[in-house]
């Protein structure tokens, strides 16, 4: 499990804690305790009032949803420095998705009454929780614009774009390697399409040179994919 130290540089790396002073991210540190699931552990459930939000140090989660029909929708697969529940932590509502262990996961838990204390005591707090939330609005309405409005194809190439810029790739290079540690099932539930309309709009994107294939490796080439993907 991580220690206390690691838990400060975790917590200064998150959307919601990012850019609070050392000692405000000490105190929240200092208020969580920490956690382990194993592997296909349920977290925590849709509809269940939440317990608090937690900061995943070790492992994968994976952030899913089920319609009325049967059907599992993956919105995300939070991994270490990520967090998850604060929506439910800030508003004291029910969960808004199902949360399990896609594999053994270290996480760090801060209750709902030591956030509302914390955020009495560091205001900054408040602030940057509002930021994250209108943040999140914004991801949710271009999520669902691209879901209603755009091909696969460049569904597809739009989400290989993020994750070279969430991974902090050298987009001027010609050739990025590309590890999105997810297999084409898992990039099929967060694109809210099938598996073999997936792996046919990659071989869409192979066809027209904007990604190469070894396999389940994926080599982009972020000038063509911009283009391709529409973006500016």
């Known amino acids: 499990m991580s220690s206390g130290i690691d838990i400060v540089a975790f917590l200064g790396g998150t959307a919601l804690f990012g850019g609070l002073s ?14 382990k699931f194993t592997a ?5 459930s849709r509809n269940q009032d939440g317990a608090g939000l ?19 929708l993956t919105l995300r697969l939070a991994e270490p420095g990520d967090i ?13 998705a ?15 009454a030591d956030l509302s204390r914390l955020m009495d005591a560091h205001p900054a707090i408040a602030r940057s929780a509002l930021k994250l939330v209108c943040s999140r609005l914004r991801d949710t309405t271009t999520q669902l614009e691209e879901i209603a409005l755009y091909p696969i194809e460049r569904r597809v190439a739009r989400f290989l774009l993020s994750a070279l810029h969430l991974g902090g790739n050298d987009m001027q290079a010609a050739d990025v390697p590309l590890d999105l540690k997810m297999n084409q099932t898992e990039l099929a539930m967060l694109l809210g399409a099938s598996r073999p309309k997936v792996n046919v709009a990659l071989g869409a994107l192979e066809k027209a040179k904007v990604i190469s294939r070894k396999g389940e490796a994926i080599v982009c080439h972020p000038a063509a994919l911009r283009t391709f993907a529409g973006a500016a």
């Open 22 to 35: 050392h000692a405000t991210l000490t105190a929240i540190a200092g208020a969580m305790r920490p956690e």
């Open 40 to 44: 296909g552990q349920t977290m925590f």
């Open 54 to 72: 937690y900061l995943i140090t070790a492992g994968r989660v994976k952030l899913s949803v089920m319609s009325q029909d049967g059907r599992e």
């Open 84 to 96: 998850i529940g604060e929506i439910a932590a800030l508003d004291a509502g029910p969960r808004t």
């Open 98 to 112: 199902d949360a399990v262990a896609a594999s053994n996961v270290g996480a760090h838990l801060l209750s709902p």
